[in-house]
């Protein structure tokens, strides 16, 4: 039962990023490259943990992301895991890639310890000023939770106005 509704949530999670995407090349036309990303992105991030045989743990946090145009990030996050605040500024980098179409992965090159292959598929709107996006990573055995965390950043441009 529980695979059931992880392939339709998949389904509808990937169904919603197409109609965004189309949403995001119907805009005038425009195309996406990895220097749509650059600057820096205030980001809201929910959801939640599941460590196998424990309770869910819930995700509530804030995050700066610095993107550098040419496809490598960096972030630092501020929050709460079940209520427990996360270690002050976590840091995390990666690297990132755009599709012409406005879709991308961020791949978290450094991240919480012990956790392999964590990417995060988003969507670029607004010319860049905006990204929606939904963290994947491996199930168990591969790493030690599953992660289910969606969110959506910001361009921070001079007074927190977008371009």
């Known amino acids: 039962m529980r695979s059931a509704y992880n392939r339709i949530l998949q389904s509808l999670t990937v169904a919603a990023m197409c109609i965004l995407a189309s949403g995001a ?21 929910n959801g939640v943990v599941q460590v196998p045989s424990l309770p869910e743990r819930k ?35 990666g690297l990132y890639s755009v599709n012409a179409d406005c879709t991308g992965i961020l791949e978290l090159t450094q991240v919480f310890k012990n956790f392999n292959n964590v990417q995060a598929a988003f969507v670029i709107v607004e010319q860049g000023g905006e990204l929606f996006f939904v963290v994947n990573a491996a199930p168990p055995p591969a790493n030690p939770a599953i992660i289910q965390i969606d969110g959506e950043a910001d361009r921070i441009n001079g007074g927190g106005e977008r371009r």
Not at 27 to 36: A, E, I, K, P, V
Not at 67 to 83: E, K, T, V, Y
């Open 59 to 93: 995700i509530n946090a804030v995050a700066k992301l610095t993107f550098n145009g040419a496809g490598a990030f960096d972030a630092s996050f501020i929050g709460r895991i079940n209520g427990d605040p996360l270690a002050p500024s976590t840091i995390t980098a």
């Open 25 to 45: 090349m119907a805009d005038g036309g425009r195309t996406c490259s990895l220097s749509t990303l650059k600057g820096a992105y205030g980001a809201k991030l």
